[in-house]
């Protein structure tokens, strides 16, 4: 049975930090790039981070490069999310997903853990 398990969620003030984590099971979880998405009440879901499976490279979108660090451990089956210098603007339920680098779509999607900066 494939499942992503997200945890790591939680209320934050801004300034703050959050790791998250993403449990993989089921699936050959090297093999998949990873990614970690999110989406705030009323927008659509955005691509935060990506880290490739063989080779490592990891990709940001603009507004989070600098603070959000994303890394994998194979052994574990775990993708993370290092939240650094939170702001209001990251509060959003985060998704993880992983991608066979042949598929045109992300194959598999966890629940989602939400994430509130606020004071």
């Known amino acids: 049975q494939v499942q992503l398990v997200e945890s790591g969620g939680g209320l934050v003030q801004p300034g703050g930090s959050l790791t998250l984590s993403c449990a993989a099971s089921?699936?050959?979880?090297?093999?998949?790039?990873m990614s970690w998405y999110r989406q705030a009440p009323g927008a659509e879901r955005e691509l935060v981070a990506q880290?490739?499976?063989?080779?490592?490279?990891?990709t940001y979108t603009e507004s989070v490069k600098g603070r959000f660090t994303i890394s994998r451990d194979n052994a574990k089956k775990t993708v993370y999310l290092q939240m650094n210098s939170l702001k209001p603007e990251d509060t959003a339920v985060y998704f993880c997903?992983?991608?066979?680098?042949?598929?045109?779509?992300?194959?598999?999607w966890g629940q989602g853990t939400q994430v509130t900066v606020s004071s």
């Open positions: 089921g699936f050959a979880f090297s093999n998949y790039r």
């Open positions: 880290i490739t499976g063989t080779y490592v490279v990891t």
């Open positions: 997903a992983a991608r066979l680098p042949t598929s045109l779509q992300n194959n598999y």
